[in-house]
Each structure stands twice: as C-alpha cells, then as structure tokens.
C-alpha cells in the first residue's frame, strides 16, 4: 500500500451529554463546529432517549480536529477514546478493515452512514490491542 497523508481523528463518546460537553470546551479553549447531526425517531437504535441528541459531530480545538457523538449502548460513562481515518475509496476502507480485524473484531462492517449524517460510510472494528477504529469513506452509491 503506498504511503499516503492520513488524519486521524480522536472519536469521543458520551451518554446524552455531547452536546453539553462540547460547549464546555468551546468555551475553555475556543473552536469550530464543521458538522452536527443528531438522532431522529427514524434513526434510534437503542432507545427513544437518543432523540434529539448528537449521532455525529466534527469540530477543531485549535488546531486539532476532534469527532463525537451520544451513544446508548452499555452502562455507565465511555471514557474510551476511538480513532477516526477518512479513506479515499470504498477499497481503501476495505483493505484498512481487513488490516485491523486481523486478530481483532469487526464491531460494525463498512456500510452506509444514517441519514441525516452525510452521504459517507463507516466501519467499527476493534484492533488485536484493544483500540477502537472508525474507518470511514465515501459512499460510492451517492
């Protein structure tokens, strides 16, 4: 695979509270909201409480571009950090899936992101070491 310029993201997860904890830090170090989508009653997948909160949101803490979103699935506070990477293709994404899945787990396979989120799709896969990764990547069929 040849080398090429990647990004990646920090993911972070909250239990209602993104929102919330978003504001906070736009207030203690400034910043930039690129994109915000929130769960809508066609879009749960948990529970009904997810209405209305944050299914994805982009910004930059100065320099540094940072995703989250509220998710319902477990107990308690997330405090895991996952790492996004926006690939090029739907076979870039693929192959980055396959790579990590080896010795780990495929949470969630590529498909499509929900609408309202944009027209992209996204993986979950767990690496061999623990680490949550969020392969994401153009939707081909739009």
Same mark, same amino acid.
């Given at each position: 695979?040849?080398?090429?310029?990647?990004?990646?993201?920090?993911?972070?997860?909250?239990?209602?509270?993104?929102?919330?904890?978003?504001?906070?830090?736009?207030?203690?170090?400034?910043?930039?909201?690129?994109?915000?989508? &929130?769960?809508?009653?066609?879009? !749960?997948?948990?529970?009904?409480?997810?209405?209305?909160?944050?299914?994805?949101?982009? !910004?930059?803490?100065?320099?540094?571009?940072?995703?989250?979103?509220?998710?319902?699935?477990?107990?308690?506070?997330?405090?895991?950090?996952?790492?996004?990477? &926006?690939?090029?293709?739907?076979?870039?994404?693929?192959?980055?899936?396959?790579?990590?899945?080896?010795?780990?787990?495929?949470?969630? @396979?590529?498909? @499509?992101? @929900?609408?309202?989120?944009?027209?992209?799709?996204?993986?979950?896969? &767990?690496? &061999? !070491?623990?680490?949550?990764?969020?392969?994401?990547?153009?939707? @081909?069929?739009?």
């Amino acid at each position: 695979m040849e080398k090429k310029k990647i990004e990646v993201i920090t993911y972070l997860s909250f239990k209602g509270n993104c929102e919330e904890a978003l504001n906070t830090y736009m207030k203690a170090f400034g910043g930039e909201v690129y994109y915000m989508s &929130r769960w809508t009653e066609e879009t !749960f997948d948990v529970t009904p409480e997810q209405i209305g909160k944050v299914m994805h949101v982009e !910004f930059a803490l100065g320099g540094t571009h940072m995703a989250a979103g509220d998710t319902f699935d477990g107990t308690g506070v997330n405090t895991d950090v996952k790492l996004m990477i &926006r690939m090029d293709s739907m076979e870039e994404a693929l192959h980055t899936v396959s790579v990590l899945a080896e010795g780990g787990t495929v949470i969630s @396979p590529l498909k @499509p992101h @929900p609408a309202p989120d944009d027209a992209g799709c996204g993986s979950v896969t &767990r690496d &061999r !070491f623990g680490y949550t990764w969020i392969i994401t990547c153009p939707n @081909p069929d739009k």
